[in-house]
């Protein structure tokens, strides 16, 4: 062996491997399928294999950088991690340190997203002078969501507590896949024509950022940004952040926000007018007290001609007057309390529950989709027909034309 040759023990060329691969090969980016997926429970770190057709690759992520993943990494799965690649050298072993991670494909979103939004900002899309101010106490909401969304059921149920005096107007949406932008401009169109509503709540439940992409896209910015009617956002969770935040009118954090954030709660109402009436009734009290001063000062006085009698009529009308304030108030209180006994009320009766013990039926396919004309079904179909009280099968025998 020529004496010039380097020498090294194992631990020794193991750091220079590592020295020259983490300078070599940092700060990159490697596609690849996740396989033997294992997040440790006590470390928090993450340790997994990226493969493809012909090699795999040993990686792992530590907790300082996974706690920030808004996603759940699975077997299986095709991903872009982002970092460098290093060696453990206690074992030899080269292993690729992941500093970021995205589902694959999530990178062309991005770019889409940070391209439309400086699109957008550029044309003032996002300028606080456009965002439209919320009524304090709005008479009706409408909603664009998806029929069946957790975040309808928390918007209803929120209201529901706080404000049964709101009436509720929901435009079902799709909020997911090809055509979902699309129906939720058209969906916030409709609703601006409706023009009984006060405010509009748009959004969904939390999900990747391919699952909220269609409140990333330019029709439903468009659509917020020309409606006349305020608009508040509520899409994903509370980090999660689109297009639709950015033009709305005011940015929920969720669903549930959205709704507290709509409109003064029935609790916060009453007590306003309690203040009111408080203040109202200070008010009175001062100028009783101050006229009475002015009548003391009088009292006081010689050589008047007999100021008994204006005294006595203004203390008549002074009396009459308050009467009248008092008995006003409680009018107006009363009538306040029955309006909105009547508009919950009126909501209850509006239910779908209500509208079938009415004797309505509702005409579902076999897959529980609603059948809106007689050209859903074909002649021998069978499908249900749901009454207040159960349902039943029916089958399709002829078609019925109109004349």
Not at 176 to 203: H, M, P, R, T
Not at 303 to 331: S, Y
Request: charged content about 20%.
């Amino acid at each position: 062996m020529p004496e010039s040759s380097l020498r090294f023990t194992v631990t020794e060329l193991n750091a220079e491997i590592r020295s020259t691969l983490e300078g070599s090969f940092s700060d990159i980016w490697v596609k690849g399928e996740i396989s033997n997926f294992h997040h440790h429970p006590s470390s928090g770190h993450m340790y997994f294999t990226l493969k493809d057709g012909q090699a795999e690759l040993r990686c792992a992520m530590f907790r300082r950088a996974n706690r920030f993943l808004r996603f759940i990494p699975e077997n299986g799965q095709n991903i872009r991690a982002y970092g460098s690649v290093s060696i453990f050298e206690q074992r030899g072993q080269v292993q690729f340190i992941s500093t970021l991670m995205e589902p694959a494909g999530i990178g062309d979103l991005y770019q889409a997203f940070e391209a439309l939004k400086k699109k957008l900002a550029v044309e003032g899309l996002f300028n606080p002078e456009h965002k439209l101010p919320l009524l304090n106490f709005p008479r009706s909401v409408g909603l664009v969501t998806s029929s069946a969304s957790a975040a309808l059921k928390d918007i209803l149920n929120v209201l529901g507590r706080r404000a049964p005096h709101v009436q509720i107007l929901l435009r079902p949406t799709k909020v997911q896949g090809d055509s979902a932008a699309k129906d939720i401009a058209e969906g916030i169109q409709d609703l601006e024509q409706y023009v009984n509503v006060d405010a509009i709540i748009i959004g969904r439940g939390g999900g990747s950022l391919e699952d909220l992409w269609a409140f990333n896209e330019e029709v439903v910015a468009r659509a917020i940004y020309n409606c006349a009617i305020p608009i508040i956002s509520a899409v994903g969770h509370e980090t999660d952040f689109t297009i639709s935040d950015l033009v709305a009118d005011l940015r929920a954090p969720t669903p549930s926000a959205a709704a507290e954030l709509v409109s003064p709660s029935q609790d916060e109402i009453l007590l306003q007018l309690l203040n009111h009436f408080v203040i109202i009734e200070r008010s009175m009290v001062t100028k009783i007290e101050q006229s009475w001063q002015i009548i003391d000062n009088l009292e006081n006085r010689t050589i008047l001609q007999q100021p008994w009698k204006h005294i006595q009529r203004n203390m008549e009308k002074l009396a009459q007057l308050f009467q009248r304030l008092n008995h006003g108030i409680i009018n107006y209180l009363s009538q306040l309390k029955e309006k909105n006994s009547g508009m919950h009320k009126q909501l209850i009766n509006l239910g779908p529950k209500q509208v079938l013990d009415r004797g309505y039926t509702i005409a579902l396919t076999g897959q529980g989709q609603v059948i809106r004309s007689a050209t859903d079904v074909s002649l021998g179909d069978h499908f249900t027909l749901r009454t207040g009280k159960g349902a039943f099968k029916a089958e399709k025998i002829s078609d019925l034309h109109n004349n």
